[in-house]
């Protein structure tokens, strides 16, 4: 009786693909990618502001401390700031000029969102009516804790943003790549990918 032969799995590369000099480079590009992702940094900010540290010997999140903000403020900050802290800033290439008017744009949305909502965000005491959704923003602000949040916003962003100056962190990553896509390899996502490099694909560029 003939025994049924088992069916190729074409999800995953043939025999021998993932000892190519090709495939071993891309997973070190992807390595390297997600080691600089800022969305480290941003996490980093989200335990902060949560008044949390890393504890390395536990490998966890220690609560140390009252949370800098409230939850109002936290998720405003973490929704906003996702969209700047991500591989696609780091990876971009601006100007002096361009990264210095990221910045005064950066300073100015915070300064007027903080503003705007001093008593949503708990830098004033609630008045009279926040329950009800109405917001009087009345009291004296805690400025000194606006201005601790504001400048570890900055700082995350100013970090992120002068990595693309120039190119710097696309520089770095492609001058030590000295080789070319020579796996000579050929199914059909390489097909649809016909002109890009292995390095483009893995860099979405």
């Not at 900010?45 to 109002?72: P, R």
């Not at 800033?89 to 100007?95: A, D, F, N, V, Y």
């Amino acid at each position: 009786m003939q025994q049924p032969q088992s069916q190729p799995d074409y999800g995953q590369p043939p025999t021998g693909f993932l000892n190519t000099p090709n495939y071993i480079l891309e997973e070190d590009i992807k390595n390297i990618v997600g080691q600089i992702d800022p969305k480290h940094i941003l996490d980093n900010l989200n335990h902060a502001l949560n008044g949390e540290y890393y504890n390395k010997e536990g490998s966890c999140w220690e609560k140390v401390g009252d949370e800098l903000v409230n939850d109002a403020c936290r998720g405003w900050i973490i929704t906003v700031f996702s969209t700047i802290l991500n591989n696609a800033s780091t990876m971009g290439i601006i100007s002096e000029q361009q990264f210095s008017g990221l910045m005064d744009g950066t300073i100015n949305l915070v300064t007027k969102e903080f503003r705007c909502n001093l008593e949503k965000f708990g830098f004033v005491e609630a008045g009279p009516g926040y329950d009800e959704g109405r917001y009087e923003n009345k009291g004296t602000p805690d400025t000194s804790r606006m201005s601790t949040v504001s400048e570890m916003i900055f700082s995350k962003t100013f970090l992120v943003y002068s990595r693309s100056v120039q190119g710097s962190e696309n520089k770095r990553i492609f001058k030590s790549l000295t080789f070319s896509d020579t796996g000579g390899y050929s199914n059909t996502y390489e097909k649809q990918e016909k002109g890009k490099s292995w390095i483009g694909r893995v860099l979405g560029r």
